[in-house]
């Protein structure tokens, strides 16, 4: 029951960690910047001006991993009943494999929907 404890206890710890040091070295750095004269406009994070909006990029990738993964199950089954795969191996492989491919030309549409716009 200990070790469980002491496991979630690092896991968060680390978690704190990671996030204490990127605020604070962020907040170092900004001060540095401002203490040598820089710009303030570079704290900024403008909009891109060619940036797609997140609920295009988002439901375009969804649906294009669901196609994908539909995909993968019915070649899978294909492969399962007439060429004899061992389904434990079949089904993993086309999934994984065909959510790669989805994934990717997600990637690609979504870099022409930003240029389009």
Do not use: C, Q
Request: aromatic fraction near 12%; avoid cysteine; hydrophobic fraction near 55%.
């Amino acid at each position: 029951m200990g070790g469980e404890i002491i496991i979630v206890a690092l896991i968060f710890g680390a978690i704190f960690g990671v996030f204490y040091l990127y605020f604070s070295t962020r907040n170092k750095e900004r001060l540095a910047l401002i203490e040598k004269g820089a710009d303030a406009s570079i704290f900024v994070k403008g909009k891109r001006a060619h940036a797609a909006p997140f609920w295009k990029v988002f439901i375009l990738n969804l649906s294009l991993l669901l196609i994908a993964v539909g995909l993968a199950i019915f070649i899978a089954s294909v492969l399962v009943n007439t060429m004899g795969l061992d389904e434990e191996v079949a089904y993993p492989a086309t999934i994984f494999t065909m959510a790669g491919l989805g994934l990717f030309a997600g990637f690609t549409l979504t870099k022409k929907l930003e240029k389009e716009e």
